[in-house]
């Protein structure tokens, strides 16, 4: 059975209501975490490119992306956990794994379905909380989110209000 059912959640997939890219991210992370998001992304066999700049790179260690000098240009992990599906990875603190993902990818059951096992398997991998708002939205306002102690993905809004 899914996590959560289109019917009951598909405001929180709606980007007139969330913003095309809502917020994703790993709260109290470490560069240890970062590394692990790394070998889940290659052990998967999860398409990715590594950017800095507009240059194409080979993937680095996670202490090589997060101690670049705050000037350098701004490094990017794009990656496909399946086709259609794209998360995008910043590299904005070492304590936080942020990415955005794409709503217009993920409509109906099957976008429901491809973003929670996106977010479980980081969770699962890291063993913690994988939060998501709306585009630009507060953290004190979570909508939904994998939960490492229920190991599975819940709504922490009511998906009725817009």
């Known amino acids: ?18 913003g095309a890219l809502p917020d994703v991210f790993v709260p109290d992370a470490s560069v240890a975490d970062w590394q692990a998001l790394f070998h889940l992304i290659q052990a998967r066999n999860w398409q990715w490119q590594y950017s800095e700049g507009s240059t194409d ?73 994988v939060m998501m708002t709306s585009e630009g939205g507060s953290q004190a306002h979570l909508v939904l989110g994998f939960e490492a102690v229920l190991d599975r993905v819940v709504t922490l809004a009511d998906p009725s209000l817009d």
Do not use: H, T, Y
């Open 57 to 129: 790179l080979p993937l680095p260690s996670a202490a090589a992306v997060l101690g670049r000098p705050a000037d350098s240009e701004i490094a990017e992990l794009r990656v496909w956990p399946k086709s259609g599906v794209l998360a995008i990875f910043r590299f904005m603190s070492v304590d936080e794994i942020d990415f955005d993902v794409d709503l217009r990818e993920l409509q109906g059951q099957p976008g429901v379905d491809a973003l929670c096992s996106l977010l479980a398997r980081i969770g699962r991998e890291l063993g913690k909380p």
């Open 1 to 18: 059975m899914p996590d959560l059912l289109w019917d009951e959640v598909k405001n929180f997939f709606n980007p007139d209501l969330m």
